[in-house]
């Protein structure tokens, strides 16, 4: 499976907003995963939003998007591991990851490591047609408090949209067993 990770902190660069407006917090009740909308269409997402939020988790979610259809120019099939003529559909999403813990990535450097092992794990995962990036990023926790978070982007593609959301629901299934199911992660 295709992984990568980036800083993406300071300047305009965007900022993870824990308290968001429409936040639901699934760390109370993990189920609450199978009622966001944005879940109807990609049950898998539902279900590793419940991994990630449970109480052996290291980390929490804030916030996820799905986009079933991304356009030629959102995707490139070549860093999917596609297979010629596997990219007619794609489709991904994202999900914003927080430490459960403030002393979890207290510097950028921790932030970094949990990515990079994240990636080695991933790497290791024998999946074509989807890929996982991270970026880390600024994250407001609470009023005033601040730490790091993670995005993570996954995106896949196939031959129909059947294919593309097969693709991406084991890259969900992947992505978050490296993060829950791997004590170095944390």
Same mark, same amino acid.
């Given at each position: 499976?295709?992984?990568?990770?980036?800083?993406?902190?300071?300047?305009?660069?965007?900022?993870?907003?824990?308290?968001?407006?429409?936040?639901?917090?699934?760390?109370?009740?993990?189920?609450?995963?199978?009622?966001?909308?944005?879940?109807?269409?990609?049950?898998?997402?539902?279900?590793?939003?419940?991994?990630?939020?449970?109480?052996?988790?290291?980390?929490?979610?804030?916030?996820?998007?799905?986009?079933?259809?991304? $356009? #030629?120019?959102?995707?490139?099939?070549?860093? /999917?591991? *596609?297979?010629? +003529?596997?990219?007619?559909?794609?489709?991904?999403?994202?999900?914003?990851?927080?430490?459960?813990?403030?002393?979890?990535?207290?510097?950028?450097?921790?932030?970094?490591?949990?990515?990079?092992?994240?990636?080695?794990?991933?790497?290791?995962?024998?999946?074509?047609?989807?890929?996982?990036?991270?970026?880390?990023?600024?994250?407001?926790?609470?009023?005033?408090?601040?730490?790091?978070?993670?995005?993570?982007?996954?995106?896949?593609?196939?031959?129909?949209?059947? $294919? #593309?959301?097969?693709?991406?629901?084991?890259? /969900?299934? *992947?992505?978050? +067993?490296?993060?829950?199911?791997?004590?170095?992660?944390?």
């Amino acid at each position: 499976m295709e992984a990568d990770w980036e800083f993406e902190l300071g300047g305009d660069a965007p900022v993870i907003e824990a308290q968001w407006s429409g936040f639901i917090d699934l760390r109370q009740n993990p189920e609450r995963a199978w009622q966001l909308p944005e879940t109807a269409q990609l049950p898998a997402l539902a279900q590793d939003l419940a991994r990630l939020n449970a109480p052996a988790s290291p980390v929490w979610t804030s916030k996820c998007d799905f986009w079933p259809h991304l $356009e #030629a120019g959102e995707f490139d099939a070549d860093e /999917l591991d *596609a297979p010629p +003529g596997c990219d007619p559909h794609a489709m991904g999403c994202y999900i914003d990851i927080l430490p459960k813990s403030g002393q979890q990535w207290p510097l950028p450097t921790n932030a970094a490591t949990a990515c990079k092992c994240a990636c080695n794990l991933l790497r290791d995962v024998l999946l074509c047609c989807c890929r996982v990036d991270l970026v880390i990023r600024r994250a407001i926790v609470a009023p005033e408090i601040e730490g790091l978070g993670i995005t993570a982007y996954l995106s896949s593609c196939g031959e129909n949209e059947g $294919e #593309a959301a097969i693709a991406l629901q084991a890259s /969900l299934t *992947a992505f978050a +067993g490296a993060l829950c199911g791997h004590s170095t992660v944390e």
